[in-house]
């Protein structure tokens, strides 16, 4: 499992035909970033997918505040598995 630090630097949520897909750029500048994901397709539980609904409401709540976090994801993935939100 892998781990990226830094701040988000911009946000997208695209509503797709049953599926809901958030981009989230993340870095120490908005010229220097990595972009990672969550997908939420309408065949996730309804736990599994509040569970998503609940990391995108945090990582947006991080970007407007400047808070830097730190997402884990699969080694060579970009699809956030989990996020810590760190200390201001």
């Known amino acids: 499992m892998a781990q990226t630090a830094g701040l988000i630097q911009k946000l997208s949520v695209i509503p ?20 990672f994901f969550i997908l939420r397709p309408g065949s996730d539980s309804a736990s599994f ?3 998503k609904n609940s990391m ?4 947006t709540a991080a970007y407007v505040t400047r808070q830097e976090v730190t997402l884990s994801h699969g080694d060579g993935s970009a ?7 760190e200390p201001s």
């Open 16 to 35: 797709l035909s049953n599926t809901s897909l958030a981009c989230f750029w993340v870095g120490p500048h908005p010229t220097s970033t990595e972009l």
């Open 49 to 51: 997918g509040a569970f």
């Open 56 to 59: 995108v409401d945090a990582l």
């Open 79 to 85: 699809e956030i598995d989990s996020l810590r939100l």
